[in-house]
């Protein structure tokens, strides 16, 4: 069993940084992919990064540019940079893991707020 920690969430001000970790419980070099999500109330989790075991990154299309996604093996934790933050960047993030055979373990999430 995979536990999966998400930290850094917070109140900001438009334009502001931020920086989300996800630390593993295990070594995760291993893995086939971790990955970034979000959601808002009412609304169904989104995509917005992952990053291979390989180190290919993917993006969505809104965060592209603004978000970088990242890993340090020797820490088993991944992290996600913000940079230039948005009202619409607002949700709670959850961070996830698909291991060699399959099985995604999810985080419990972080709030981010961004507002004037």
């Known amino acids: 069993q995979v536990q999966l920690v998400e930290s850094g969430g917070g109140l900001l001000q438009p334009g502001g940084s931020l920086r989300l970790s996800c630390a593993a419980s295990t070594k995760i070099f291993s893995f086939v992919r971790m990955g970034w999500y979000r959601q808002t109330p009412g609304k169904q989790r989104e995509f917005v990064a992952h990053i291979t075991r390989s180190g290919s990154t993917n993006y969505a299309h809104s965060v592209k540019g603004r978000f970088t996604v990242s890993t340090d093996n020797g820490k088993n934790t991944m992290y996600l940079q913000m940079n230039s933050l948005k009202p619409e960047d607002t949700a709670v993030y959850y961070c996830?893991?698909?291991?060699?055979?399959?099985?995604?373990?999810w985080g419990q999430g972080t709030q981010v707020t961004v507002s004037s």
């Open positions: 996830n893991l698909e291991s060699m055979v399959g099985i995604v373990y």
